[in-house]
């Protein structure tokens, strides 16, 4: 059973970097689109971007300038940055496995439990 | 960016009723689109890709219908598990994008 689990700080001030990982356990990180969500506090989920395989990555537009995704396939992570936050940060994040099924079918199938990062001073 | 808009917000029902939650995009998406639900405190869960396919595991209560910018997940018997925040989602162009959810709450 494929597991993820997300890690980093719960706190980041405003202006610093966001920094979280997302250990991947019971199955291969490779094949997979390991994207990264958020949902701030009472809204809606919006994808941040996803890495595939060994490293070609795409970002939503609107967060590409400050976000940088890589991975570690022999520790079967990967990790976000997202530089220069503010409080519109403030969300719980989530990693989770893109898997394609085929031309343009995309679904998320494993999620992380989601960690809560603050914005604030 | 491709805008999914859902209707309803929120709805309330009651057990074994008949739902219908709509979801709409901004341009024609063909088929791909997802539907998720997502419990509070949780993370979401996959119950429909492809606008039709149930995911494996998913009861068969759960269906979705629907192509190019018009699409609709149905629950024909509304159980208390399914008390819950249902969620589109495209997978048509990046950037990937989800509607703004529809809470399904209890009468």
């Known amino acids: 059973q494929v597991q993820l689990q997300e890690s980093g700080p719960g706190l980041v001030k405003p202006s610093e970097t966001l920094s979280l990982t997302c250990t991947v356990s019971g199955g291969s990180i490779s094949g997979y689109y390991w994207s990264w969500i958020r949902q701030p506090p009472g809204k809606a989920l919006e994808w941040i971007g996803y890495?595939?395989?060994?490293?070609?990555?795409n970002y939503n537009p609107s967060l590409k300038s400050r976000v940088t995704i890589s991975v570690d396939t022999s520790k079967n992570q990967f990790s976000l940055k997202l530089s220069s936050v503010t409080a519109a940060d403030t969300a719980v994040y989530y990693c989770?496995?893109?898997?394609?099924?085929?031309?343009?079918?995309?679904?998320?199938?494993?999620w992380g439990q989601g960690t809560l990062v603050t914005v604030s001073s | 960016d491709i805008q999914m808009t859902q209707s309803p917000s929120s709805l309330s029902a009651s057990v074994e009723d008949r739902v219908t939650i709509t979801c709409r995009a901004s341009r024609s998406i063909s088929i791909y689109l997802n539907w998720y639900q997502q419990k509070p405190g949780k993370a979401p869960k996959v119950l429909i890709y492809g606008a039709s396919s149930l995911q494996s595991g998913v009861p068969s209560r759960f269906s979705g219908s629907g192509s190019g910018t018009d699409f609709t997940l149905t629950i024909s018997s509304l159980q208390p598990e399914d008390f819950a925040t249902y969620y589109c989602q495209q997978s048509y162009s990046i950037p990937w994008t989800f509607g703004q959810g529809t809470k399904v709450e209890i009468k």
């Open positions: 989770a496995r893109g898997s394609k099924l085929r031309f343009l079918e995309y679904l998320f199938d494993y």
């Open positions: 890495i595939y395989d060994s490293g070609s990555t």
